[in-house]
């Protein structure tokens, strides 16, 4: 992986912001996911956000996986565009992304599935609005049920993936002897088109 692109550096940064944003994040192999915010548009017309695991990040773009019943789901269905914001800790960077999103193919959701902890994989089979309505007993009685033996390897039926096709970044850095730098990359026709914008 390549080092950082400092965004207060002098020169141009990196013709293809994908591979600035993949610098930024973790590998994919990387078991320590980030948590980023995932902004839909509502029934109403009114944003709606939550916070969500970022599963990876290709060339097809920001991957993010949930459950089938969920609000998210439903939200993408009848609006399929969304932003994620990523912050990381001290608030020393920022990144948020703008697209359409899509759904995720067979292949990269087993990928995914697989790589999840044992506790994330349960929760994809056992968490349900039933079991939420049901008392402390109830839910430990329910939390402690059997998963099938190839939940490791065979995604839930509930669970389903997406990946958010940037065609807008915006890279945020703070700074501690300047003011704050925004880089804003904007996909045109003919590729991508970057501006330094204020903090």
Known sequence: MTAAFDLHADGAPPADPLDLARSWLPADDDPDRPQVV???VGEDGCPDA???LLSGVDGSGFAFH???GSRKVAQLAAVPRASMTVLWPGFT???VLRGPVVAEEAG???RAWSARSDHLRRLAWLNTDELAAQDLAARRLGWAADVPVDAGSTPAPSWVGFRLRPVELTFWAGGADT???RLRYVRQDDGWRWQ???G
Do not use: G, Y
């Open 108 to 110: 990269p959701l087993t």
């Open 93 to 95: 960077r920022q990144l």
């Open 66 to 68: 949930t459950s089938r």
């Open 50 to 52: 939550r916070t969500v």
């Open 179 to 181: 003011a704050s730098r």
């Open 196 to 198: 330094h914008l204020a």
């Open 38 to 40: 995932l902004s839909t």
